[in-house]
């Protein structure tokens, strides 16, 4: 079992879809990431959070530590998020352990 | 400052040569990372220096495989007698400890081993 889990592996969505892309996590942590990895490789990051709820413009994340799950939210999709969304761990602070990844397709 | 810079962007290697990759970090940032990717996969942890000093090597940093960085500043991984099993996108990313930030990452070198 992986220390971080993502789910779905796939999303397909209509453009203004509300998204929602789950991640699981069984270390102990003393923040959570999400980041957005486009084709070419670059790895953005999103949102760094340990507890409670963030908001970035359309995304939202949360997160909850008793449960150890996180989730990441996307309002009014538009074809340009699509991309790979990846959740990330940091046990200590430093590493990051990473999900799998969704790859996730907004179609007009 | 323009963010964590990795170059080459690309390298086709045949195999058993030597690759060498470099990484110039956002300057105030004191944590560097390295992490290799395969197709599909989520990145995986290979490295981590906190200014010079390598705190952290991943198993899965073979005797191959070295990674320095001089003076606490940029840093290189070096790739000694590749194999084809090494193609892959070798993404650095760095952060600061003082600032608790969340890491910044390069765009990635992609080596391809024919």
């Known amino acids: 079992k992986n220390e971080v889990e993502q789910s779905p592996q796939n999303l397909t969505a209509q453009e203004g879809e509300f998204i929602t892309i789950n991640c699981s996590y069984s270390?102990?942590?003393?923040?959570l990431h999400w980041l957005q990895q486009h084709p070419g490789g670059g790895i953005v990051s999103l949102f760094m959070l340990s507890s409670g709820k963030k908001k970035h413009g359309r995304l939202i994340a949360t997160i909850n530590i008793q449960e150890k799950h996180s989730s990441l939210h996307i309002t009014a999709s538009h074809p340009r998020d699509s991309a790979v969304y990846i959740c990330a761990a940091s046990p200590s602070g430093s590493r990051l352990t990473f999900g799998e990844g969704t790859q996730l397709t907004v179609n007009p | 400052d323009t963010g964590v810079s990795q170059n080459p962007r690309h390298k086709i290697t045949k195999r058993g040569q030597n690759v060498t990759f470099r990484c110039d970090p956002i300057s105030e940032h004191n944590r560097l990372y390295w992490y290799r990717q395969t197709l599909g996969q989520g990145p995986e942890f290979l490295t981590y220096?906190?200014?010079?000093?390598?705190?952290?090597k991943s198993r899965l940093l073979s005797d191959r495989f070295s990674a320095e960085r001089p003076k606490g500043s940029f840093s290189t991984l070096e790739i000694q007698r590749t194999e084809q099993g090494d193609s892959a996108m070798y993404l650095c990313a760095s952060s600061s400890r003082v600032k608790n930030t969340e890491a910044f990452f390069g765009q990635g070198t992609r080596l391809t081993v024919v």
């Open positions: 220096f906190q200014n010079e000093a390598q705190l952290e």
């Open positions: 270390v102990g942590i003393s923040a």
